[in-house]
């Protein structure tokens, strides 16, 4: 587990300013949720949480320590992206040992941190497949897989479960819940639907147009919004 801090973050592309000064605090072992319709900075943002963006402006600190100059790698972080960006010619074992593998971690150390990750997640009799011969939900559930085994203290998830049907996707909601909850991990989900948000979070940070227009237990914003954003996307009247 470990504590993150977004201090006084700014992010331009070019001349364009994106992330316009956002502070969040995560707690140690929190599942925290970034809600915000399209275009509002939630990717960019964890982006720059994991390093794979530069900060303009402020700090992101992990347990304490400023991670802006640390590369990606570096980080205790692994990231879920949300087109799974699995490596279609690899199996479904070579999806996960790969980072590991270029990490030079050896390879018995691999196999069994492979072979944990695809117990947890029922995986253990599909390691022979391929991509293209898996389900959606067995998909998602290898991009997990290749986060976990790198046994990170921070999970990021960038609307994992976006390309998945409804009923799939209210199951996979629960099983990253007890993901999170079984390996100790902070959390920092990113999506735009509003009934995940409120499901899944310990803390919602709703972000509108680069700010973070309020941050909250969930209840807490659908009873208290500050302003009529929060209300109309959390989805109580103000
Ligand atoms: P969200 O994930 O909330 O949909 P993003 O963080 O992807 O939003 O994007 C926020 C804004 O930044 C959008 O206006 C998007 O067009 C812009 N943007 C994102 N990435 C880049 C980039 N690499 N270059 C220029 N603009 C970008
Ligand atoms: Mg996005």
Do not use: W
Not at 3 to 9: F, N
Not at 10 to 24: A, E, L, M, S
Not at 65 to 81: G, L, S, T, Y
Not at 217 to 226: A, R, V
Request: with cysteine.
């Amino acid at each position: 587990m470990a504590s993150v801090q977004i201090r006084g973050i700014q992010k331009y592309f070019g001349g364009t300013q994106v992330i316009r000064g956002v502070d969040i605090d995560i707690e140690d072992g929190q599942f925290a949720v970034l809600v915000g319709p399209s275009g509002c900075g939630k990717s960019t943002l964890l982006r720059m949480l994991a390093g794979l963006e530069q900060i303009t402006e402020g700090e992101i600190l992990i347990n304490g320590k400023v991670v802006n100059n640390m590369q990606p790698k570096e980080r205790d972080i692994a990231m879920v992206f949300q087109n799974y960006a699995l490596y279609p010619h690899m199996t479904v074992y070579d999806n996960m040992a790969f980072s590991l593998l270029l990490a030079k971690i050896d390879k018995d150390d691999i196999k069994k941190r492979v072979d944990r990750a695809s117990e947890i997640l029922g995986l253990s009799q599909l390691l022979e497949r391929f991509p293209r011969q898996l389900s959606g939900g067995q998909r998602q559930r290898v991009a997990m897989g290749r986060a976990i085994v790198r046994d990170p203290q921070v999970f990021l998830f960038d609307e994992p479960l976006s390309n998945l049907d409804a009923k799939l996707r209210v199951q996979m909601r629960a099983e990253i819940k007890e993901l999170h909850q079984r390996l100790h991990t902070t959390s920092v989900y990113v999506t735009h639907d509003q009934i995940e948000a409120m499901t899944m979070a310990d803390q919602i940070v709703v972000m509108h147009d680069g700010v973070v227009e309020q941050r909250g237990k969930p209840l807490d914003l659908y009873d208290h919004p500050d302003n009529l954003f929060v209300a109309g996307f959390i989805g109580s009247p103000a």
